[in-house]
T-cell receptor
Framework: GENVEQHPSTLSVQEGDSAVIKCTYS??????FPWYKQELGKRPQLIID?????GEKKDQRIAVTLNKTAKHFSLHITETQPEDSAVYFC???????????????FGTGTRLKVLA | SAVISQKPSRDICQRGTSLTIQCQVD?????MFWYRQQPGQSLTLIAT?????????ESGFVIDKFPISRPNLTFSTLTVSNMSPEDSSIYLC???????????FGPGTRLTVL
């Protein structure tokens, strides 16, 4: 079935270091890959996304890369700060013909701790 | 983005009762989704609620347990029926905005069943 594997489940880095989270998806029809950040007790917030016609996208300290052939994508956070501490979820999505909607499959999440 | 609200934000319910969760969006959207997030876990899609059609349920979720209404383009409800402690979870609605072609989440409803 459709699934998204996400690694690592937990990640601790020193403030200022980089963090990388990796996801692998199974459905080759997936064409949209968002990343969400969820702080404790809060809703998931979209932080960056990438579509299948692009290999890399960057927004300030965060970037996402996509390898369609290998069916994996990664989140890169540079110069990490304590406020980056949260749970990060990747997702893979595709358009469904019936009922004409999208389906998102989420990864299992990565708990990132940035140590001051 | 969209402004999404949910009611209630949290509730404690007794076994065997039902709870209806409301989701309100500040703009008209075609696609709304309902997710469940169990403590410390990822998000699991319960169903897709498109206005003007029956909700589409994912494997493992049935209409009798999670009836959904979608009366217009800005509102949806999810009912958790005949609750058991295993239903204790956070329930989130989300919307897909065509303008940005992205998904945004509501604040969630934290449900505890005793």
């Amino acid at each position: 079935g459709e699934n998204v594997e996400q690694h690592p489940s937990t990640l601790s880095v020193q403030e200022g270091d980089s963090a990388v989270i990796k996801c692998t998806y199974s459905d080759s029809a997936s064409n949209y890959f968002p990343w969400y950040k969820q702080e404790l007790g809060k809703r998931p917030q979209l932080i960056i996304d990438i579509r299948s016609n692009v290999g890399e996208k960057k927004d300030q300290r965060i970037a996402v890369t996509l390898n369609k052939t290998a069916k994996h994508f990664s989140l890169h956070i540079t110069e990490t700060q304590p406020e980056d501490s949260a749970v990060y979820f990747c997702a893979a999505s595709k358009r469904r013909v019936s009922p004409g909607t999208y389906k998102y499959i989420f990864g299992t999440g990565t708990r990132l701790k940035v140590l001051a | 983005s969209a402004v999404i609200s949910q009611k209630p934000s949290r509730d404690i319910c007794q076994r065997g009762t039902s709870l209806t969760i409301q989701c309100q969006v500040d703009s008209q959207v075609t696609m709304m989704f309902w997710y469940r997030q169990q403590p410390g876990q990822s998000l699991t899609l319960i169903a897709t609620a498109n206005q003007g059609s029956e909700a589409t349920y994912e494997s493992g979720f049935v209409i009798d347990k999670f009836p959904i209404s979608r009366p217009n383009l800005t509102f949806s409800t999810l009912t958790v029926s005949n609750m058991s402690p295993e239903d204790s979870s956070i329930y989130l609605c989300s919307v897909h905005l065509w303008v940005t072609d992205t998904q945004y989440f509501g604040p969630g409803t934290r449900l505890t069943v005793l």
